[in-house]
């Protein structure tokens, strides 16, 4: 498998989705990139608003940008229907790109609008706003208890501090049950 910058991967599915109108956020270990202490992350992970109507041509699109790549159109079904996940593996550098399906509940809806605009090697890209990678990072804190979650909350504190809105903070971590997580990550 070749060793190219993950950044390129990035842009081409980012442009995948612009193209076909899907509005998406990126999360995970490239979003903590972004916010928070650099760290090794395999894959890119994606929040997607996706709809019926744009399913075959996201697949199709996929399937274009890579012949070698990988990507399960039932799998793509089923996590629409289920707002679940599915997967597309790049043939050229093994990366794992992750489609989240948004829930469309409030705080899928509140962390699509509050997206945040970065350019990645001269193309816009949208990532999570420091908070909304929070609070989604207490989630997985909370349902894995891996401590990779919890460093990585630490870190954009740190890194992202001062400027983190903490009364949205603290609203949405009460509403998602998560209130005492965020309280412990902000005394390290």
Do not use: C
């Not at 995970?28 to 992350?41: D, E, Q, S």
């Not at 109507?53 to 274009?64: F, N, V, Y």
């Not at 990532?127 to 990072?137: A, W």
Request: no cysteine; net charge neutral; proline share 3%.
């Amino acid at each position: 498998m070749e060793n190219i910058d993950p950044r390129k991967l990035l842009v081409e599915i980012v442009s995948i989705l612009d193209k076909n109108k899907i509005p998406y956020l990126i999360t995970g270990g490239m979003a903590v990139f972004v916010w928070g202490r650099p760290r090794f992350t395999a894959d890119i992970d994606l929040v997607v608003e996706l709809s019926v109507d744009k399913l075959a041509e996201l697949e199709h699109a996929l399937k274009l940008l890579d012949k070698a790549g990988y990507v399960d159109g039932e799998a793509m079904r089923d996590a629409l229907v289920r707002h679940g996940e599915f997967n597309f593996i790049d043939g050229i550098t093994g990366m794992k790109v992750d489609f989240w399906v948004s829930s469309g509940d409030p705080f899928d809806r509140s962390r699509l609008k509050r997206r945040v605009s970065k350019k990645i090697i001269g193309h816009q890209v949208y990532f999570s706003s420091p908070e909304d990678l929070i609070l989604s990072k207490l989630r997985w804190w909370r349902d894995t208890g891996s401590s990779r979650h919890k460093e990585d909350i630490v870190s954009i504190i740190s890194i992202s501090g001062d400027g983190l809105d903490r009364g949205y903070l603290d609203k949405w971590a009460e509403k998602l049950g998560h209130k005492d997580l965020l309280d412990e990550a902000f005394k390290k």
